[in-house]
């Protein structure tokens, strides 16, 4: 009966120190009070290319690796633990050969060597418990459950590690169609940018054109040139970010051609998420089983304060002569118990209650600041997301105006009613137009990915069960 008290004090989880609901407002999209709804990576990236090479990064990844290393010590520091609580039985079997000397006198079991000399043999079997404590206060058990709540905090680490991972590949691939439609923008601007090249030398030589416009031209030109070798190497980059996410070579049919094909395929998260899920973000999750192991530390450094009980048992087998081993005389047995506690430890012990409780509080800042920076980062998300759309309409539309404008300013040159400083500003504002809404594409794309990372709700990144659990083991996570 002694053996199930527990000085640990009863763990309360803290109240969440955020809104029951996102903020709301011009910037931020309504949200609905509606139960929360299942999200997978699945559900949010659909275009089968980057399905693929998410598989892949879940399966070669070497920082997954690293930590599922993690979770394989943190289980075998759990087992270590649990161990304790079990008595620990050793079996032993010895024999010994012993010289007397010819001062000693012969003993039955010697063979005798003269002069009062002769050879001693001793032999023994046995099996015996040493030093096994008796947890009457549940100093073990605290300690047990304190490594099995660490052991769970490094499988959210490893959640944690795959839900980035899976927005990196989201990240990585977008940024390389983005780069794909900046280097088909560079193509066709250095295209025009040349064909002006060669209508300005053309009039320069008819002494239409001063020789400042074919300059001008030829600015446009280089530069483009220029943003079209950046480009190039910006997409080998693209690459090589890939390939060290997914952890092997990358198919360059699974590679998106432009900005405008991959965002169509990031989809929206469903409406009605609750901020409740936030307490599945593998963060969250993690400072809460840390916060468990700091409670139950607790009531590890409240149980050193009592006395340690430990037994000790010994049965065995003892005999001058091997033959006569196994005889009922051979046996013996022994018990003892023995009792430890400190008289003057000039206050340590006390001390280590205090650590453990300063510990648990600052777990519980921890837990608190986990969810507090979660919501901060999903709300900010949710931010962007409120006014992306019209951000993008508002680059398209400007697009569209300065594409128009160039066309009506060159066919203006052209005609010799517009001078070729208009033509130039003209291209310069479609070249950058192009570019903006390029960015503001990759943006939405992007923003949406984040919010997947930042709400950390997919189910689907769970660690798999162990195939044989301890006996007392709880399922991990929610």
């Not at 309409?393 to 517009?418: C, H, K, M």
Request: proline share 4%; charged share 20%.
């Amino acid at each position: 009966m002694l053996a199930g008290c527990s000085m640990e004090p009863k763990y309360v989880a803290p109240a969440s120190p955020v809104p029951p609901s996102w903020p709301i407002g011009d910037a931020y999209l309504r949200q609905s009070e509606a139960a929360l709804p299942s999200v997978t990576w699945r559900d949010v990236f659909r275009d089968p290319r980057l399905q693929s090479l998410i598989e892949q990064a879940l399966t070669n990844n070497r920082d997954l690796r690293i930590a599922a290393s993690n979770i394989a010590a943190a289980r075998a520091r759990y087992r270590i633990q649990r161990a304790e609580r079990f008595p620990e039985v050793n079996a032993g079997a010895s024999a010994t050969v012993s010289d007397r000397g010819s001062s000693g006198s012969s003993t039955g079991g010697g063979s005798g060597t003269g002069n009062g000399g002769g050879i001693d043999t001793n032999f023994s079997a046995d099996v015996g418990i040493t030093g096994f404590e008796i947890d009457l206060f549940g100093r073990v058990a605290s300690l047990t459950r304190a490594e099995q709540n660490l052991y769970f905090a490094s499988e959210a680490a490893a959640r944690a590690t795959r839900l980035a991972l899976v927005a990196d590949v989201a990240n990585a691939w977008l940024a390389h169609a983005a780069d794909a439609s900046l280097l088909r923008i560079a193509a066709d601007t250095a295209a025009s940018a040349e064909r002006s090249v060669r209508l300005t030398r053309a009039r320069l030589e008819g002494g239409v054109a001063p020789r400042t416009d074919l300059r001008q031209a030829e600015q446009i030109l280089e530069t483009a040139r220029a943003d079209l070798a950046e480009q190039r190497t910006a997409l080998a980059q693209d690459v090589n970010l890939l390939q060290l996410l997914v952890g092997a070579p990358i198919d360059p049919a699974l590679l998106p051609g432009s900005i405008e094909e991959a965002a169509a395929r990031i989809a929206e998260l469903p409406a009605g998420i609750d901020s409740t899920i936030l307490l599945r973000r593998p963060d969250v999750l993690q400072a809460e089983f840390e916060l468990r192991a700091a409670n139950a530390n607790i009531g590890a450094a409240r149980a050193a304060l009592f006395p340690r009980i430990s037994l000790t048992g010994l049965l065995g087998l003892a005999s001058s002569a091997l033959t006569g081993l196994f005889s009922g005389g051979a046996f013996s047995w022994s018990a003892g118990a023995n009792a430890d506690y400190p008289i003057f430890d000039a206050g340590a012990r006390r001390a280590g209650v205090r650590l453990s409780e300063a510990q648990r509080e600052a777990a519980v800042g921890g837990y608190e600041r986990a969810i507090q920076t979660a919501f901060r980062e999903v709300a900010d998300a949710l931010a962007r997301r409120g006014t992306m759309g019209e951000q993008i309409r508002a680059r398209t539309a400007n697009r569209a105006a300065a594409a128009d404008t160039y066309q009506l300013v060159e066919a203006r040159y052209r005609g010799g009613i517009e001078n070729f400083l208009a033509s130039l500003d003209a291209q310069r504002s479609l070249y950058a137009a192009d570019r903006t809404l390029v960015a503001t594409r990759l943006t939405g794309a992007t923003n949406l990915v984040e919010l997947y990372r930042a709400l950390g709700g997919d189910a689907s990144l769970q660690a798999q069960p162990v195939a044989t659990p301890l006996p007392d083991e709880p399922v991990a996570g929610r």
